[in-house]
T-cell receptor
Framework: GAGVSQSPRYKVTKRGQDVALRCDPISGHVSLYWYRQALGQGPEFLTY????????KSGLPNDRFSAERPEGSISTLTIQRTEQRDSAMYRCASSSGQAWNTEAFFGQGTRLTVV | AQSVAQPEDQVNVAEGNPLTVKCTYS??????LFWYVQYPNRGLQFLLKYITGDNLVKGSYGFEAEFNKSQTSFHLKKPSALVSDSALYFCAVRLYGSSNTGKLIFGQGTTLQVKP
């Protein structure tokens, strides 16, 4: 696609429910990142994929959070048994290749609200 | 620990005046430095990056940034501000090296307000 696409744009869920957030990266981009951004803060790293391999999940806050990218393209971030503290903007980014000098392109994000 | 600091929550400038948004970083290796801008209800947009070479890098919309290794700074600048530049600006650092996965570490963000 022309840019990184995330869906849904907004998600309101009840505490205890599971949610799945989707990211469709720019076509051909091998690197995919998930970030979480609280209000008034900068984005914080959650996890990184190189093709389908999850190479870094050090930023996932606990085992309720998981992510996958089974075919090396679309990725899903899943939060189980959501809690109010999970409310945030979740951002996905992709970049071409693994070169550290390539910029990452971000999607518009999914605003998650847990009530 | 690696970190990025943006010491100003908000910068106010009159249209037509030069602007500076400050950023300092703390890393143990060679940094790659980036600036992103976030407009309301939009995603983060890439502005510019410093990889190597000239300390002054030019980017989108007339923005530029100066890398200063001795002061560990990467301030964003523009000679003449526009009202449309009003937005939230993020500085970010990426570490170089095989043990790093290229994740970006962001500052807290600085709101730029350009008044007519």
């Amino acid at each position: 696609g022309a840019g990184v696409s995330q869906s849904p744009r907004y998600k309101v869920t009840k505490r205890g429910q599971d949610v799945a957030l989707r990211c469709d990266p720019i076509s051909g981009h091998v690197s995919l990142y998930w970030y979480r951004q609280a209000l008034g803060q900068g984005p914080e790293f959650l996890t990184y994929f190189n093709y389908e391999a999850q190479q870094d999940k050090s930023g996932l806050p606990n085992d309720r959070f998981s992510a996958e990218r089974p075919e090396g393209s679309i990725s899903t971030l899943t939060i189980q048994r959501t809690e109010q503290r999970d409310s945030a903007m979740y951002r996905c980014a992709s970049s071409s290749g693994q070169a550290w000098n390539t910029e990452a392109f971000f999607g518009q994000g999914t605003r998650l609200t847990v009530v | 620990a690696q970190s990025v600091a943006q010491p100003e929550d908000q910068v106010n400038v009159a249209e037509g005046n030069p602007l500076t948004v400050k950023c300092t970083y703390s890393v143990s290796g060679n940094p790659y430095l980036f600036w992103y801008v976030q407009y309301p209800n939009r995603g983060l947009q890439f502005l510019l990056k410093y990889i190597t070479g000239d300390n002054l890098v030019k980017g989108s919309y007339g923005f530029e940034a100066e890398f200063n290794k001795s002061q560990t700074s990467f301030h964003l600048k523009k000679p003449s501000a526009l009202v449309s530049d009003s937005a939230l600006y993020f500085c970010a650092v990426r570490l170089y090296g095989s043990s790093n996965t290229g994740k970006l570490i962001f500052g807290q963000g600085t709101t730029l307000q350009v008044k007519p």
